[in-house]
């Protein structure tokens, strides 16, 4: 259901005609997320919190900062995961550094921010080709054809019970 929510206007405007673009990030950005199968939980629990909530689409480009909040809303359950992913991690085989650990859960939530940044430009780049597409139909329709219409009192005079008196006036004029 909440994907449906985040989705549906993406999906509506796909109707609007125009070709996706591949945009070419000239200033890519890397995270890795790479850990031990050990705390593959605690990093469940942390994605889990911040992709599991209520998104509001209002027809402008917010869902970066809907998901910036997640962050700060997720703060307790990423604090409680790093600690117990060190604890677990504390005289395992694979072995990974507190400071790894923490770069790992901070990779995580800038991932999370960065989808939230593609929904936005996604959308945005959707409502320009609309836009687009919207002034170049109105630029190259047709024009309608025009109508002349009567004056109001000829259209009421044939309309009411005189009608039939002005019929006859009509007849009698060469």
């Known amino acids: 259901m909440i994907a449906t929510l985040v989705f549906a206007p993406l999906f509506a405007l796909q109707s609007a005609g125009e070709a996706a673009v591949a945009i070419k990030n000239d200033n890519p950005e890397t995270w890795t997320v790479e850990y031990p199968r050990l705390i593959q939980p605690f990093v469940a629990d942390y994605r889990r919190c911040l992709t599991v909530t209520n998104r509001t689409i209002a027809g402008k480009a917010d869902l970066e900062a809907q998901h910036q909040t997640d962050i700060t809303?997720?703060?307790a359950v990423k604090a409680k995961s790093i600690a117990e992913s060190n604890?677990?991690?504390?005289?395992?085989?694979?072995?990974?550094s507190p400071e790894e650990v923490d770069r790992l859960f901070d990779n995580i939530g800038k991932i999370h921010v960065a989808r939230g940044r593609d929904l936005d430009q996604q959308f945005l780049s959707r409502m320009a080709g609309a836009d687009a597409a919207s002034t170049a139909y109105e630029a190259g329709k047709p024009k309608g054809l025009v109508i002349e219409l009567?004056?109001?009192?000829?259209?009421?005079?044939?309309t009411d019970a005189s009608a039939a008196a002005a019929a006859?006036?009509?007849?009698?004029?060469?």
Do not use: F, I, W
């Open 73 to 75: 809303r997720c703060a």
């Open 87 to 96: 604890a677990m991690l504390d005289g395992a085989k694979t072995t990974m």
């Open 150 to 158: 009567r004056d109001a009192s000829v259209v009421k005079a044939r």
């Open 168 to 174: 006859e006036a009509s007849k009698d004029k060469p």
